[in-house]
């Protein structure tokens, strides 16, 4: 994620588009998690990955929080590439409450 996406905003140069359809990474994702990794250890993985990116993304320096650069047709900033992969978590998020609640299996609610 980082290589691929966030680097451009530090860079200050056009996104490029995203490799391949949503259907065939995901499609792909669940093939590779299939492989052997336990359902515990990509959880593991994932959150890891969010702890790196955390840690770097502390590290960008103010002003290319609100630089705008090119992804497709539109202009973006990097708070605004953030708050849409916010979205799109709790998107998924709320699929898995919907899949749990559907077996019976009510999620805990944390207060934030």
């Not at 966030?6 to 998690?33: C, Q």
């Not at 103010?62 to 978590?89: F, P, R």
Request: glycine letters at 4%; a negative charge.
């Amino acid at each position: 994620m980082w290589d691929e996406r966030f680097s451009y905003f530090l860079k200050k140069s056009d996104l490029p588009p995203k490799k391949g359809d949503v259907e065939e990474i995901n499609r792909n994702a669940a093939h590779e998690a299939r492989l052997g990794i336990s359902k515990n250890a990509l959880i593991d993985e994932v959150i890891e990955c969010r702890l790196v990116l955390e840690r770097k993304l502390q590290e960008v320096p103010s002003a290319i929080w609100e630089e705008k650069i090119q992804m497709g047709n539109t202009w973006i900033t990097l708070c605004e590439y953030i708050k849409g992969m916010v979205e799109h978590d709790n998107h998924h998020k709320q699929q898995i409450e919907k899949f749990l609640l559907n077996k019976g299996i009510e999620m805990y609610k944390q207060e934030v």
